[in-house]
């Protein structure tokens, strides 16, 4: 397989056990189905090392708006899709083998997006008053970009009544 960036052979690695090929000349990583659940808690060592180990190869993408092939189907163009409902981390997706490429860097936005399985929890029932709210009292009561002393989590929070808010 090659790095969809710069055709260089990707290299398999074994990180905990869990094969993923790394692009040594990019940065960038691919997994294959579902492998990726495995690196996206940063709490994980597993995650920890892959990202650790990414990240001296980080080098700058020419175009990171060109979609990319998938590395295991040379054929197929990869779907960039946000990867969680926060619409927070885009990934590229491939439709025919459920692959998944991350570009230098990526790794790292997954984690520091992370929530916990008590946070996922918190912002369920949250997204689930907002979304009441949204039907009775629709003004938005706050802006993205407002400065404030906001929690990582509420932030979170805002991201997500945004995301309701689309529909
Ligand atoms: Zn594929």
């Known amino acids: 397989m090659q790095c969809p960036r710069t ?4 290299k398999p690695a074994k990180v905990g056990g869990i094969v993923v090929y790394i ?8 997994f294959d189905n579902l492998v990726l659940s495995n690196f996206t808690n940063p709490a994980d ?16 993408l020419g175009d990171e708006n060109a979609r990319v092939n998938c590395p295991k ?35 790292d936005k997954l984690h520091e997006n992370h929530l ?4 996922r929890e918190l912002l369920r029932i949250k997204m689930l008053e907002e979304h009441q709210v949204f ?5 938005r009561h706050y802006k993205l970009s407002q400065p404030g002393e ?6 979170v929070f805002a991201i997500a009544a945004d995301v309701l808010s689309d529909d």
């Not at 055709?7 to 990707?10: N, V």
């Not at 916990?116 to 946070?119: D, F, G, N």
């Open 45 to 60: 060592v597993r995650a920890e090392v892959l990202a650790k180990h990414l990240r001296q190869f980080s080098a700058p």
């Open 73 to 107: 189907c040379p054929q197929i163009v990869m779907m960039r899709r946000y990867f969680s409902p926060l619409r927070v981390v885009e990934i590229d997706e491939c439709p025919g083998c459920g692959g998944i490429w991350l570009d230098t860097g990526e790794l």
């Open 150 to 155: 906001r929690s990582n989590l509420e932030k």
């Open 23 to 30: 692009s040594e000349r990019s940065g960038g990583v691919f």
């Open 116 to 119: 916990s399985a008590k946070e």
């Open 7 to 10: 055709s260089y052979p990707l």
């Open 135 to 139: 039907h009775i009292d629709s003004p």
